[in-house]
């Protein structure tokens, strides 16, 4: 044997030098979704059952309370227990309960024993929502959400178009609002609305030119519904989430604005709640005429209440307000308000920069909607998804997209 072979063969049995082990490595993105668990395949059955689960919700509200087409108020709750009895039965069959998930819905559930508020019954519902849907990729994930709705829209559009559901137009305070179909036009709105926050999620998780199209057409549908519906706080919303999409564009490239976009997300939930105080105590004329009687309704709802009742909450006996904030106030008190708040602007410190400009919308509409604590309202669910999914945080969230479909 020739020295020449000998060397060879010893080459072809030795450890791989630096360059083969790179290349023999997985990538960075690769260990690092090993690591996390996010490298899983598809699972159909998941999807399949999380697409019912709020189809129910989504849809079931819109025949129900929405817009009255079925009249008989147990179908209301049918839907909604279905939607329940199916989100239990995913995580369970799944696997999904981890211990601190446990500790959670424990502590709402006791809550909820002291204080029989439906906002904390709404709260532990939007939480197993949210773990049901984390081992969705965000393509999944995003379809998911948008058929749901997208199929809801069509509805809304055929019912209202072959007249089985009346457009009432009504004037109040100078201002002619057509209801299109609805027993309130801001339920239309919202759900207009939800569509442009699901397409942008859309977008962002495919590459292809038609997830653009669809949160284009889906902005355009907004503007057609709010100018009959002459919604403020869905153009407000809107506003504010292109107006930081184009921000995004133009300053992608500058680190102190990321800095910036990411000190507006901590500070969003003070703010709003800064706002709501600033509205409940400014119950002037001039004010009422700008936000709708929003100060009135808020002054009235917390007339009466004692500082006890402030800290640590109170029986709001089913009295709705268009605030999410002073509701929350009313079931887990001021204690629980500010740690929720908190631990809100903690997550957001997580969220991909590419979905601030949807969280930020949602975040700051909330000091004249309530849609963040209503599970059938889908902006609430995809709220929770942009604070606690896996893909929708900025580390990972090129490993979550999954094949392009």
Known sequence: MSRHTRIHQWHR??????????????????????KTGMAKAPNRALFVSSTIVLSLLFIGYFLTTGTGLIEDPIFREIFRFASLALTVANILIFRQMRPSHILLASILILLFTINQSIILANLLFLGLITISLMRLSARECAYAIIVPIAILILLH????????????????????????????????????????????IFSKNTSKTWGKIAFLVSLGALFVVTQQTDTRTAMFAALIMVTIEVANYVFR????????????????????????????????????????????????????????????????????????????????????????????????ALVDTRFLSAFLAIMLASTVESHLIRPEIPISVIFLQLLFAPWARRENWKTRQGPDT
């Open 157 to 200: 559009v055929l019912t209202l178009n072959l007249g089985i559901i009346s457009s009432q137009v009504n004037v109040f305070q100078g201002r002619t609002r057509s209801y299109l179909g609805f027993f309130n036009p801001n339920q239309a709105s919202a759900f207009y609305l939800s569509l442009c926050f699901a397409a942008l």
């Open 13 to 34: 049995f030795e450890a791989p030098g630096p360059e083969n082990a790179q290349a023999a490595q997985p990538s960075v993105p690769a260990r690092r979704a090993t």
């Open 253 to 348: 490239n500058f680190t102190f604005y990321k800095g910036a976009l990411r000190v507006s997300a901590l500070a969003a939930p003070i703010t709003a709640a800064m706002a709501t105080y600033f509205i409940a105590t400014t119950n002037t004329y001039q004010m009422n005429d700008i936000l709708s009687l929003r100060p009135y309704f808020f002054a009235e709802f917390l007339e009466g209440v004692g500082q006890a009742e402030i800290l640590f909450g109170w029986h709001s006996y089913d009295r709705g307000v268009d605030n999410a904030l002073l509701m929350l106030l009313s079931s887990v008190g001021l204690f629980g308000a500010l740690l929720i708040l908190g631990w809100v602007s903690y997550r957001s």
